[in-house]
């Protein structure tokens, strides 16, 4: 069903008064039932998102980390087995994936005594048990097990859904008998950035005449929108090969 902007509006507001959690995701399926739960989960993402890019640089102050890494530490030494990240997360209003590579890049920097890489500590996430502090893997888990918008959990999902839009996409262009040529085709021909289907004869949809297609698997909220036009669809608009 068709989202209007009151709607949606109502649903952001909702979102800023509640924690990202799995709980808060169920009382808004509850307060919102008519609406689809991919519906909503990807709003919950999207404003969550919002707000974690507007909080992130105060959690990333030397004084933030070593705060938060001495509670870690603290916590640990206390009850090991408690979800002490998690937590913490949670009190401070962070994604737990994010504090938990938060932590763990203060803890390979003491072990190691200098900066770890990027993709040391991504491999790690990705990974846990290739932490050497078996305490922190644990904790570390918990973060990304429990993070509904953040972490390689996540990043896995939202590829597998992406793929999956795709795939569907193309059943229904060659189900209306709609000739294309498809994203890896054009990148064979050497376009580095292109939609994911480009309709070889345009089509009219509800007045527009429609020559490429883009799939998002994700909600299309005004700075989404915003964001899309800037980074990839004004570069189709302004190719003669995808106008044309």
Same mark, same amino acid.
């Not at 509640?18 to 808060?24: A, K, L, N």
């Not at 705060?67 to 937590?87: D, F, I």
């Not at 949670?90 to 938060?102: K, T």
């Not at 996409?169 to 085709?185: G, T, V, Y």
């Given at each position: 069903?068709k989202?209007?902007?009151?709607? &949606?509006?109502?649903i952001?507001?909702?979102l800023? %008064?509640? +924690? ?5 995701? !169920? #009382? ?6 008519s +609406?689809? =739960?991919?519906?909503?989960? $990807?709003?919950?993402?999207?404003? &969550?998102?919002?707000?974690?890019? !507007?909080?992130?640089?105060? /959690? /990333?102050t ?27 997360a ?11 590579? @938060?932590v763990?890049? !203060? ?9 770890? $890489?990027?993709?040391?500590?991504? $491999? ?5 048990? %290739? ?7 644990? =904790? ?12 390689p959990?996540?990043?896995? @999902? #939202?590829?597998? @859904?992406? /793929? ?11 189900? #209306?008998?709609?000739?294309?040529? *498809?994203?890896?085709?054009? !990148?064979a #021909? ?18 527009? @005449?429609?020559?490429?297609?883009? $799939?998002? *698997? ?6 989404? /929108? %915003? *964001?899309?036009?800037?980074? =990839?669809f ?11």
């Open positions: 069903m989202l209007s902007k009151a709607q &949606y509006d109502e952001a507001q909702f800023g %008064q509640v +924690q990202p959690t799995r709980q808060s995701l !169920r #009382k808004l399926k509850q307060k919102f039932p +609406q689809s =739960q991919s519906t909503l989960l $990807s709003i919950f993402s999207q404003e &969550y998102q919002k707000q974690v890019k !507007r909080t992130h640089a105060k /959690h /990333h030397a004084e933030a980390v070593e705060t938060y890494y001495q509670r870690y530490l603290n916590g640990v030494m206390k009850n090991a087995a408690a979800p002490v990240l998690l937590e913490l949670n009190e401070v209003n962070f994604a737990p994936s994010l504090m938990a590579r @938060i763990l890049e !203060r803890f390979l920097q003491e072990q190691e005594q200098a900066i770890p $890489s990027k993709t040391l500590i991504n $491999s790690m996430l990705r990974d846990p048990s %290739q932490i050497p502090d078996g305490v922190l893997a644990n =904790q570390v888990y918990q973060c990304t097990v429990n993070d509904c918008c953040y972490g959990l996540v990043d896995c @999902i #939202k590829h597998a @859904i992406g /793929h999956e839009h795709e795939v569907l996409l193309r059943e229904m262009l060659l189900e #209306k008998n709609l000739s294309f040529i *498809a994203e890896d085709q054009l !990148r #021909k050497g376009y580095d950035k292109t939609p994911d289907f480009i309709l070889e004869v345009p089509v009219a949809v509800e007045g527009h @005449i429609i020559h490429w297609i883009e $799939s998002k *698997a994700s909600f299309g909220d005004e700075s989404s /929108h %915003q *964001a899309y036009l800037q980074d =990839q004004w570069s189709y608009w302004n190719r003669s090969l995808l106008t044309g």
